[in-house]
């Protein structure tokens, strides 16, 4: 819902008001519906709105609160904001508006800090006090919303997104060598608070970073899931396992239908979608509208799954729209897609929810979407392996989970870059060995499954679902990313999880929602066919902007490893099937498209 950004002076001056008209600008398409500003003493705030709740300009940001000395710019959607309204009004606060915008102001001021943990919802937001001049950023605790920032000595910048703080200037771009062996190895994930571009960093998911009066900046995290077992479930069957997790992902479907505007959801055929409408039909949602994507085939290659998607849509009578997507949009699609990617994501499945979301948001402004589900309760064909005697160990969980998860070694990595862009000691490797070895997770599945939830899912799937779907002004809401799910989840036995192929816990409690077709099928995705397999004009696009005179100029990759690959472009994959070409191209592709130029270095 929305994109907000700002400044803080750090330098006595006052905030530069074009640069933040500049970077508000850049966030139309996630804000299409009105415009707002407000600047006092040392900070700016922008804001784009997407009206979701409270459709009157009582709801508009940024959003003061006089009496209360506090404005906010934010971005999400709180998912009980009425329960916390009638809270705050129990403590003598009037409200002016209906909007969940204020309620955050009025918890605020009476938790300070902690109201965070008083939330149910997605957010990226910035508080700013009259007084004090002390603004607060914060981001929702698995990371659904984003937020970035750029600071140097005279002030911080942040935003929803990083290329509208590229429309601020001043921003550093040259790329971080740390950031860019991640791209090349963690399979193109590179974690918070990185991003590929030195200047630029990210809030961390389930943190806070005050700027203080005095221009320290103070960080702190707000929450961590914990996943060991706990002493008062250890003797749940399995039924019971499969009783809770129902119950629970009941209230968190239930719970993102608030809103003041319709509310759909996509669906894919797959056992999560599925089981996501199967449970809004059960909570009376008549006539619901959903929506499946598919692309032409390619070679041997389906481009749709609508027989699952069908299955669905009849059982529980939806209003159902089948969206078919033919080559000649992808071409031009992929331009979008990639203008529209915060940072650089490899997945094919990114220009499959760009269209989808271009369709979806003719008719609705809200979806439920079924991401998270194989990182929340082990659906990936590396966790079973975690399981076994060789994972037991700390070196062994890493090894393991290396040789399934990364895209290269050392070596491969070596003779990829361009001299002076690999970073030393293996930054990828490190960063999993110190997560695995993080207190709170005790086998090799918690260890990967704890890594996935809050790393890879934030900055792969989680980042994709924003950026594509506030492209076209339409809010993507994930329950499977409900924090009290995913703290339920994190304590179910691995076992439990990975049986049944994966997701078993999930598949056995969703045999009494949806039909068993959609569970019993083999595991999909989101086909994208022309990309999967670079050929024609794809292959043309990638080969355009790997020999460009701006890549050329930066300098990034190998001359003779460029070629290879063009020579035989779609005879190396990595070890999760992706293409070693479509990676390096899509990075140099963004960074054309983003306007990052010059040498990289």
């Given at each position: 819902m929305c994109g907000a950004t700002g400044e803080v002076r750090l330098d006595g001056r006052a905030p530069d008001l074009a640069a933040v008209a500049a970077m508000t600008a850049v966030m139309t398409p996630r804000g299409p519906d009105s415009a707002g500003a407000w600047s006092q003493g040392r900070v700016a705030l922008g804001h784009r709105r997407l009206k979701i709740i409270d459709l009157t300009e009582a709801g508009a940001q940024p959003m003061v609160d006089s009496d209360l000395g506090l404005t906010i710019a934010w971005n999400g959607c709180i998912y009980n904001y009425k329960q916390l309204r009638t809270e705050l009004q129990g403590y003598g606060y009037r409200f002016f508006s209906t909007s969940?915008?204020?309620?955050?102001?009025?918890?605020?001021?009476?938790?300070?800090?902690?109201?965070v943990s008083h939330l149910m919802g997605m957010f990226a937001f910035a508080i700013v006090e009259r007084d004090s001049g002390r603004v607060l950023l914060g981001r929702d605790r698995l990371g659904i919303?984003?937020?970035?920032?750029?600071?140097?000595?005279?002030?911080?910048?942040?935003?929803?997104?990083?290329?509208?703080?590229?429309?601020?200037?001043?921003?550093?771009?040259?790329?971080?060598?740390?950031?860019?062996?991640?791209?090349?190895?963690?399979?193109?994930?590179?974690?918070?608070?990185?991003?590929?571009?030195?200047?630029?960093?990210?809030i961390p998911p389930g943190s806070l970073l005050a700027i203080e009066p005095d221009g320290r900046r103070v960080a702190s995290t707000y929450w961590l899931p914990d996943f060991t077992r706990h002493e008062d479930r250890a003797g749940w069957s399995e039924r019971d396992w499969e009783d809770a997790v129902l119950s629970s992902l009941r209230t968190a479907v239930e719970r993102r239908l608030v809103a003041d505007v319709p509310v759909g959801c996509l669906l894919s055929g797959g056992v999560d979608s599925s089981l996501i409408v199967g449970l809004l039909a059960e909570a009376g949602q008549h006539g619901l509208s959903t929506f499946s994507i598919g692309f032409e085939s390619a070679g041997d290659i389906k481009g749709d799954e609508f027989q699952y998607s069908d299955i669905v849509a009849k059982r529980f009578d939806t209003d159902h729209h089948q969206i078919r997507i033919g080559t000649e949009r992808m071409l031009p699609a992929l331009d979008g897609?990639?203008?529209?990617?915060?940072?650089?994501?490899?997945?094919?499945?990114?220009?499959?929810?760009?269209?989808?979301?271009?369709?979806?948001?003719?008719?609705?402004?809200?979806?439920?979407?079924?991401?998270?589900?194989?990182?929340?309760?082990?659906?990936?064909?590396?966790?079973?392996?975690?399981?076994?005697?060789?994972?037991?160990?700390?070196?062994?969980?890493?090894?393991?989970?290396?040789?399934?998860?990364?895209?290269?070694?050392?070596?491969?990595?070596?003779?990829?870059?361009?001299?002076?862009?690999?970073?030393?000691g293996d930054p990828s490797l490190r960063f999993v060995t110190e997560h695995f070895a993080q207190a709170g997770a005790e086998t090799g599945i918690d260890r990967a499954l704890r890594l996935d939830t809050m790393v890879m899912l934030v900055d792969d799937p989680v980042k994709r679902v924003d950026n594509m779907t506030m492209a076209w002004g339409l809010e993507g809401r994930v329950p499977f990313l409900d924090h009290e799910l995913v703290e339920l989840a994190a304590t179910c036995p691995p076992e439990l999880k990975v049986a049944h192929g994966g997701k078993g816990v999930l598949k056995q409690a969703a045999r009494r929602v949806i039909p068993s077709e959609v569970i019993d099928r083999p595991k999909g995705y989101f086909p994208v066919p022309a990309l999967t397999h670079l050929e024609g004009p794809y292959l043309d696009m990638v080969r355009d902007a790997l020999f460009s005179p701006v890549a050329k100029e930066r300098?990034?990759?190998?001359?003779?490893?460029?070629?290879?690959?063009?020579?035989?472009?779609?005879?190396?994959?990595?070890?999760?099937?992706?293409?070693?070409l479509w990676q390096i191209a899509l990075l140099e592709l963004w960074l054309q498209r983003h306007g990052v130029t010059g040498p990289a270095a």
């Open positions: 969940d915008t204020e309620v955050l102001l009025k918890a605020y001021h009476r938790w300070g800090d902690d109201f919303k984003p937020l970035y920032i750029t600071e140097d000595s005279h002030r911080v910048r942040f935003a929803s997104s990083l290329p509208a703080l590229l429309a601020g200037g001043g921003v550093d771009t040259r790329i971080d060598h740390v950031a860019l062996h991640h791209y090349m190895t963690f399979h193109s994930v590179v974690p918070a608070p990185a991003t590929i571009l030195r200047g630029v960093r990210k897609a990639i203008g529209a990617m915060s940072e650089p994501m490899v997945s094919h499945d990114c220009v499959a929810f760009y269209l989808l979301s271009q369709e979806v948001a003719k008719h609705v402004k809200v979806v439920q979407s079924g991401q998270g589900a194989d990182e929340v309760f082990a659906g990936y064909h590396w966790y079973p392996p975690m399981g076994e005697p060789a994972a037991a160990t700390l070196e062994g969980a890493v090894n393991q989970y290396r040789g399934a998860f990364f895209d290269r070694d050392e070596a491969g990595l070596a003779a990829l870059l361009a001299g002076g862009y690999l970073a030393q300098g990034l990759f190998d001359t003779g490893a460029v070629d290879a690959l063009l020579a035989d472009p779609n005879g190396r994959l990595t070890p999760l099937r992706g293409n070693e």
